[in-house]
T-cell receptor, first 108, second 115 residues
Framework: AQRVTQPEKLLSVFKGAPVELKCNYS??????LFWYVQYSRQRLQLLLRHISRESIKGFTADLNKGETSFHLKKPFAQEEDSAMYYC??????????FGRGTSLIVHP | EAGVAQSPRYKIIEKRQSVAFWCNPI?????LYWYQQILGQGPKLLIQ????????DSQLPKDRFSAERLKGVDSTLKIQPAKLEDSAVYLC?????????????FGDGTRLSIL
């Protein structure tokens, strides 16, 4: 069965520090991976997807098939990055699967 | 574009009562999803529609949950009878197609509390 693991429930950093939100997945096929973000009082929204290989709001994520990981990174965190982040896996005939989420808090 | 619309935003009922949620996806989106999100967990797929057909409902507790998307546009999710463990946020999402590279667009959700 496919699975998404986000080991950190909470990640607390200071403004300007690097950020890495971890995501590991378990899937036997060719994965499609996404990061979604939910800011306070807003709806869940797409942040980025691995197939696009783009940088959104300074965030990047690289798919590492060897380590089955899709960690989200940003070199310099901003206060407005504080939010809940969810890693999601979809692929082939399997159903979309979300991790439990990581709450990122960026202190001034 | 108008986003995914859901109603109601909040609902409080007693156990064993019934409840229904409504979702209107983004215009032109063929795929519609219903998720259950329990506090502290990620969204869990309940059912996925492609137009008015069911793609996957393997995680839907069919003894009490039902969903329909009769005209391939808006959808309703019903719980009857409700149990305490059904307390959660129910999210609706839509995507342009069924392809797994398609991003999902979410509604605000309905927060359900069972007393």
């Amino acid at each position: 069965a496919q699975r998404v693991t986000q080991p950190e429930k909470l990640l607390s950093v200071f403004k300007g520090a690097p950020v890495e939100l971890k995501c590991n997945y378990s899937y036997s096929g060719s994965p499609e991976l996404f990061w979604y973000v939910q800011y306070s009082r807003q709806r869940l929204q797409l942040l980025l997807r691995h197939i696009s290989r783009e940088s959104i709001k300074g965030f990047t994520a690289d798919l590492n098939k060897g380590e089955t990981s899709f960690h989200l990174k940003k070199p310099f965190a901003q206060e407005e990055d504080s939010a809940m982040y969810y890693c999601s896996l979809g692929g082939g005939s399997y159903i979309p699967t979300f991790g439990r989420g990581t709450s990122l808090i960026v202190h001034p | 574009e108008a986003g995914v619309a859901q109603s109601p935003r909040y609902k409080i009922i007693e156990k064993r009562q019934s409840v229904a949620f409504w979702c209107n996806p983004i215009s032109g989106h063929a795929t519609l999803y219903w998720y259950q999100q329990i506090l502290g967990q990620g969204p869990k797929l309940l059912i996925q529609f492609q137009n008015n057909g069911v793609v996957d409902d393997s995680q839907l507790p069919k003894d009490r949950f039902s969903a329909e998307r009769l005209k391939g546009v808006d959808s309703t999710l019903k719980i009857q009878p409700a149990k305490l463990e059904d307390s959660a946020v129910y999210l609706c999402a839509s995507s342009l197609g069924r392809g797994w590279d398609q991003p999902q667009h979410f509604g605000d959700g309905t927060r359900l509390s069972i007393l």
